[in-house]
């Protein structure tokens, strides 16, 4: 029997035909497989291949992502290719769901072999965002903040929160963070399970009674609020010169974080991820067309310095982009490959004795395609 299905090899640097499943990754999965490394260290190699991936920038073919837009949320689609694996990312926005009981930010994607368009890998995405989200943050700060950085704010402490502390421990060197959230009882949450990590123990960890407090002595802040529309988070008289500005939760036309004035702060420096998304999504949507930005692949591959002077003002301008979650479903994939045991698959493609029978391989008499075993060593 002809099987049509690959799987690409990151290790082995192409495709591994012959087997039948597509791989999958389920909530139980990335539990195990980011706990086999701890937080830290997934986030510090994800940070790891996030770059690398940023640093051949002009192998992507980018686009800004579709959104759908409702009164109270979005719902995404984020697509990204290198000409080798393609990926896309399903993803909402729903800063109400919470007092429902539900999360903000859901996802999930698959990872797809370009050569025959089949899909590789179905993944979950919830925590893996939180995951890629911090370690591009972290990474992005690694260029942008002073490298004498120790304190940092952490204005709103949902399901974010946790991996932005984490990422920035481990890859930035934080050692101090202020935490500040309107929810009371989302605070305490984080200082609770920051407290349970014993890796963290030389972060000393102070509850703040407002944005303004949290700001007072910051190297770094991290806003990462979720609000359905222009909010207010930072002011002008929260910055200070030297200042880096990690805004996580601006994402979506008409919901920034950052008082426009911010922006037009004399020192400031802009870095955007993909600027014709940034334009539409970012905090720098409340500026004009014009308005000098620089993409974090240019610092990355060595084309632009973002922070000139101690006294700049850094603003890295997040919002979130495809080739994150291609370089973080890439990762998985490699991570699992790797794997004997605990691997699962899904029979989401017919596998058929004659391809161009789809009726009689599938649906036709007693002939259904059935679920195949994967093929171990
Ligand atoms: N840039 C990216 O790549 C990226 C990725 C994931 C999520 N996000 C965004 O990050 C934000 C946070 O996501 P989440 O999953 O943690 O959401 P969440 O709802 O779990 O947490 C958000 C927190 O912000 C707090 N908050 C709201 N308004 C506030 C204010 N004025 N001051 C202080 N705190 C305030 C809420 O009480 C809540 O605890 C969302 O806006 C989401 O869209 C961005």
């Not at 008289?237 to 880096?244: L, R």
Request: proline letters at 6%.
């Amino acid at each position: 029997m002809m099987l049509h299905r690959a799987r690409y090899s990151l290790f082995s640097g192409g495709p591994d035909r012959g087997t039948t499943m597509v791989d999958y990754i389920g909530v139980s999965d990335i539990q195990r497989i980011v706990n086999a490394l701890g937080p830290a260290e997934f986030m510090a190699r994800l940070a790891g291949e996030i770059e690398a991936d940023y640093r051949r920038w002009p192998e992507f073919e980018k686009a800004p992502r579709l959104a759908s837009h409702s009164p109270v949320g979005v719902i995404e689609l984020m697509p990204a290719t290198d000409g080798k694996l393609y990926s896309f990312k399903y993803v909402n926005g729903h800063p109400k769901n919470t007092a429902a009981g539900l999360l903000t930010v859901t996802a999930f994607g698959v990872l797809a072999d370009v050569d025959t368009g089949y899909p590789l890998l179905l993944s979950e995405l919830t925590v893996t965002t939180a995951l890629r989200t911090a370690a591009t943050s972290a990474l992005a700060a690694q260029q942008l903040a002073r490298p004498d950085s120790r304190v940092m704010a952490l204005i709103g402490n949902g399901a974010q929160s946790e991996f932005q502390a984490i990422a920035f421990h481990r890859l930035c060197g934080i050692r101090e963070l202020r935490v500040y959230d309107v929810d009371p009882l989302a605070t305490a949450k984080l200082v609770r399970n920051l407290a349970a990590m014993p890796e963290l123990a030389d972060l000393r960890v102070v509850r703040t009674h407002s944005a303004s407090e949290a700001c007072k002595g910051a190297d770094i802040v991290t806003t990462v609020t979720a609000d359905k529309r222009n909010a207010v988070i930072l002011t002008p008289p929260m910055i200070a010169p030297g200042m880096h500005i990690n805004g996580v939760g601006g994402d979506c036309p008409g919901k920034t974080e950052l008082h426009a004035d911010i922006l037009r702060l004399p020192d400031m420096r802009v870095v955007v991820e993909f600027e014709p998304q940034s334009r539409i999504e970012g905090e720098i949507q409340q500026m004009p067309a014009d308005y000098p930005v620089i993409e974090l692949a240019q610092v990355l591959r060595g084309e632009a310095v973002a922070r000139r002077s101690a006294s700049d003002i850094t603003l890295f301008d997040s919002v979130g982009f495809a080739l994150e979650d291609y370089s973080a479903l890439r990762f998985l994939h490699a991570l699992i490959s790797q794997q004997r045991l605990g691997r699962r698959d899904l029979d989401l493609v017919p596998v058929l004795d004659d391809p161009k029978d789809l009726f009689g391989g599938t649906l036709a008499g007693c002939k259904a395609a059935r679920p195949r075993k994967r093929k171990t060593a």
